[in-house]
């Protein structure tokens, strides 16, 4: 066993001393103790431990993705790190209910101590928020200012510089454009799974057209459901049209990436594309639950404050529910469900390229 001159003593190592004396309500301070606001002094310093966790979670990623290469090792790392945050989020969205004990009375006694501060300063959110990959133009302004106007000057330049950094969502896409499976050997993905697309569409049209049980009204009204798919599709298969609704703001993945996208995702049973398929997932979890807490928070302050502004200034609620649908970072990854096909329609592999994408071990039969 190693030799250890100081015995490490538990206060010391966690710094107890200080974490556990930094809670100094302000009723008190103000010569009216509220009770409650020890409870929401702490959850918050909590948020802003585990937000500390998912930045170094997160930091680590964005290293491991950095550069022009992604070594095979590094997605499963990536993989658990994901993993990781997920199950901090849960616990993050969790705790909400803790705070509801507090009843909107009880938060009453101290809320004006707080003016104008608000968790809508926190410089940690907004980093994650950056390092995920959200983007300034998706944000609203807040009384008229950049979100960040609220903060101090050495705040300010944090978040300032965090915008200019390669952010998870653009490191993940130049991960995805140098995919070398899209022609690989004799197999082309792009045009296999067009054909493969419009057959599938050919099918349902004769379908439709030929059920003897439908009546003409029916007929045109399927038909018109058909159009809205074909349509959806083209959209995908034209990379002119592609563009040009990145450049409308409505898709953010470039088409190269999102042929990766999908052709990890349909053949996603292949091994070496399942740690890929794994990663896509869960930045769509990760999201989601981004999602799923803004969307929570905002329902506790509806409770806690009804439509009062903000301590920030913001109109609170509405303001918070805005951000629910607005500020997601990985929806073109949930989007790529519209463009699947059923496994039995997917093209066959060729058996060269299948090797290439499987563990095959052998083993000598004197060993
Ligand atoms: C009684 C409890 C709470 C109330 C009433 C409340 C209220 C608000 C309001 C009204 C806003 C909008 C900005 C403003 O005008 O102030 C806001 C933003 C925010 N709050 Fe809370 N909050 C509470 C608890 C928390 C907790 C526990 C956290 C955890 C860190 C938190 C984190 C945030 C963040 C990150 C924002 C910015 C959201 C964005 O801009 O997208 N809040 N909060």
Redesign the pocket.
Known sequence: MQKISHPVYYADYLQLERLLSSQSPKSAEHGKPAHDETL?II??QA??LW?KLIIHELDSVIHLFEGNYVDEKNIGVAVSRFSRITEIQKL?ID??RI?ET?TPLD?LEF?DFLF?A?????VQ??LI?NMLGLQPEQR?L?NKEA?YASVSAEHQEIIRQSEGKPSLFKLVELWLERTPFLDFHEFHFWPSYRAAVEKILQNDRDTILNNPLSSAEEKQKQLQELAQNEENFAAVFDEAKHNQLIEKARRRLSHKATEAALLIHLYRDEPILHLPFRLLTLLVDLDELFTTW?YR?AL??HR??GN??????????H??RA?VER?KVFGDFIDLSTFLIPRSALPELPEKVKKNLGFYYSQKSDE
């Open positions: 929401f959850v918050h948020y802003e937000f993050l705790q909400i705070l507090m938060f809320r104008p608000s968790g809508f300063q926190s959110f907004r928020e609203m807040y979100y803004r928070h506790m302050v806690m404050i009062k502004i903000g301590t920030g200034g913001s109109t609170g609620y303001y918070l951000t500020y």
